[in-house]
């Protein structure tokens, strides 16, 4: 399966530091709309918190793919909120 990082630029996603301070922007930004900013930061703190010590690549991989598609659904929700668009598709019965 190949990775979703691709979606994002490179300096971010390869670096995982990077990824965390993104991770943390999004959180501040959501959690300063939605008035529960500390709650929000602290779940992006101790996901990365919880897997700091990780060694196996792969499940790095996979850590670092579930953090940018959280990054890529926010921006996806940010720019149908900003353009009135919907951008994902959505099935109806």
Same mark, same amino acid.
């Given at each position: =399966?190949?990775?979703?990082?691709?979606?994002?630029?490179?300096?971010?996603?390869?670096?995982?530091?990077?990824?965390?301070r993104e991770?943390l922007?999004r959180?501040?930004?959501?959690?300063q709309?939605?008035?529960?900013?500390?709650?929000?930061?602290? =779940?992006v703190?101790?996901?990365?918190?919880? /897997? =700091?010590?990780?060694t196996?690549p792969?499940k790095?991989?996979?850590?670092?793919d579930d953090a940018?598609?959280g990054?890529?659904? /926010?921006?996806?929700y940010?720019?149908?909120? =900003?353009?009135g668009?919907?951008f994902s598709?959505?099935s109806e019965?």
């Amino acid at each position: =399966m190949p990775s979703l990082q691709t979606a994002l630029p490179p300096e971010l996603a390869n670096n995982a530091i990077r990824l965390y301070r993104e991770c943390l922007r999004r959180a501040k930004y959501i959690g300063q709309k939605q008035y529960n900013t500390e709650l929000l930061v602290d =779940m992006v703190r101790q996901q990365f918190k919880k /897997h =700091m010590q990780e060694t196996d690549p792969e499940k790095i991989q996979k850590f670092k793919d579930d953090a940018a598609r959280g990054l890529i659904n /926010h921006m996806l929700y940010e720019s149908e909120a =900003m353009s009135g668009r919907k951008f994902s598709k959505s099935s109806e019965f």
